[in-house]
């Protein structure tokens, strides 16, 4: 048994809280229909912050929560599809900022919504060759590619990052389960408009099928069981599609974290937002482990099982 853990969270969000209401002023939708559909209350929206300044910041913050040296620091990665430039990646520009050594190996991750998880599997095989400490960061400016003329899309996604220290260990277990369903017509970001084009009721059927199927797939590949799981994250995208999934997963629905009523849809930033919140709120503690699961643009789904075991204890 052997794998990363979690020893450090911090996150950082946009500078502009956008309400329903303040988006019922740009496009034909109300505070009450988009809370029955998506759960959403409000986001932020990033006027004035990079990418990569948001991804600093959480980095910053989840550095500081470990109690750890930057210069022992080998590994960031930050998973993204909204990075400021085409090139250097956001992951460089973050390390800029922070201060890391040199010999620091950064990359982007683009696996939309599924990006952290994806991004936790790469650092679980590069420390368990070279060591170190990993900073996996999710986060993305999402607000510039919406289409504000369709209000299917644009009152779902809010602009944030998320940040996790990781650390390789023979203490805990770590698993991954993922992979790809290739499509680009049911959701893509591109093309001569540039902005995000979304089948809401293909996504949500995806979702609701591919959440439970990983979640399951994961406690079947480790031997456990839902009670033996202490938290499931879910990518923030939809409470309908969380709410579903735990219904099919445990009695215990409590189990299942959500705190996109005020974030909206961060996309690969959401899970380790959601984490960070956890901990402030002493929702997540010393040991507990939690299976997270994201899904998206792709299309991607992934799920890993891991163990949140803060350095400061």
């Given at each position: 048994m052997?794998?990363?853990?979690?020893?450090?969270?911090?996150?950082?969000?946009?500078?502009?809280?956008?309400?329903?209401?303040?988006?019922?002023?740009?496009?034909?939708?109300?505070?009450?229909?988009?809370?029955?559909?998506?759960?959403?209350?409000?986001?932020?929206?990033?006027?004035?912050?990079?990418?990569?300044?948001?991804?600093?910041?959480?980095?910053?913050?989840?550095?500081?929560?470990?109690?750890?040296?930057?210069?022992?620091?080998?590994?960031?990665?930050?998973?993204?599809?909204?990075?400021?430039?085409?090139?250097p990646?956001?992951?460089?520009?973050?390390?800029?900022?922070?201060?890391?050594?040199?010999?620091?190996?950064?990359?982007?991750?683009?696996?939309?919504?599924?990006?952290?998880?994806?991004?936790?599997?790469?650092?679980?095989?590069?420390?368990?060759?070279?060591?170190g400490?990993?900073?996996?960061i999710?986060?993305?400016?999402?607000?510039?590619?919406?289409d504000?003329?369709?209000?299917?899309?644009?009152?779902?996604?809010?602009?944030?990052?998320?940040?996790?220290?990781?650390?390789?260990?023979?203490?805990?277990?770590?698993?991954?389960?993922?992979?790809?369903?290739?499509?680009?017509?049911?959701?893509?970001?591109?093309?001569?408009?540039?902005?995000?084009?979304?089948?809401?009721?293909?996504?949500?059927?995806?979702?609701?099928?591919?959440?439970?199927?990983?979640i399951?797939?994961?406690?079947?590949?480790?031997?456990?069981?839902?009670?033996?799981?202490?938290?499931?994250?879910?990518?923030?995208?939809?409470?309908?599609?969380?709410?579903?999934a735990?219904?099919?997963?445990?009695?215990?629905?409590?189990?299942?974290?959500?705190?996109?009523?005020?974030?909206g849809?961060?996309?690969a930033?959401?899970?380790?937002?959601?984490?960070?919140?956890?901990?402030?709120?002493?929702?997540?503690?010393?040991?507990?482990?939690?299976?997270?699961?994201g899904?998206?643009?792709?299309l991607?789904?992934?799920?890993?099982?891991?163990?949140?075991c803060?350095?400061?204890?």
């Amino acid at each position: 048994m052997a794998g990363i853990k979690i020893i450090g969270l911090g996150k950082s969000q946009g500078d502009t809280v956008v309400t329903n209401d303040d988006l019922a002023k740009i496009v034909e939708t109300s505070d009450q229909w988009i809370r029955e559909k998506s759960g959403i209350r409000s986001r932020f929206f990033a006027r004035k912050k990079s990418n990569a300044d948001m991804a600093a910041e959480a980095a910053e913050k989840a550095i500081e929560n470990a109690g750890i040296r930057k210069e022992d620091i080998s590994l960031c990665i930050t998973a993204t599809f909204t990075p400021d430039d085409h090139t250097p990646s956001v992951a460089c520009s973050a390390a800029g900022k922070l201060g890391l050594r040199e010999n620091v190996l950064c990359l982007d991750v683009n696996g939309a919504c599924a990006g952290f998880i994806y991004g936790c599997s790469l650092a679980d095989g590069f420390l368990a060759r070279e060591g170190g400490y990993g900073l996996i960061i999710g986060s993305e400016k999402i607000s510039p590619l919406m289409d504000m003329e369709d209000r299917s899309t644009c009152v779902l996604f809010g602009d944030g990052a998320g940040a996790a220290v990781v650390e390789y260990s023979d203490s805990v277990q770590f698993a991954y389960l993922g992979g790809c369903v290739p499509s680009r017509e049911i959701l893509h970001c591109g093309g001569e408009k540039d902005r995000i084009v979304m089948s809401g009721q293909e996504v949500y059927r995806f979702a609701v099928s591919k959440v439970p199927e990983c979640i399951n797939g994961i406690l079947n590949r480790v031997s456990l069981t839902e009670e033996d799981i202490d938290h499931f994250v879910c990518h923030q995208a939809n409470e309908r599609i969380i709410d579903s999934a735990a219904r099919r997963i445990t009695k215990n629905t409590e189990k299942f974290f959500k705190n996109l009523y005020h974030y909206g849809n961060t996309s690969a930033a959401s899970i380790p937002i959601a984490l960070c919140e956890m901990e402030e709120q002493g929702v997540l503690k010393s040991g507990d482990n939690a299976i997270c699961t994201g899904f998206g643009a792709g299309l991607t789904y992934g799920s890993m099982l891991i163990t949140f075991c803060p350095a400061k204890e």
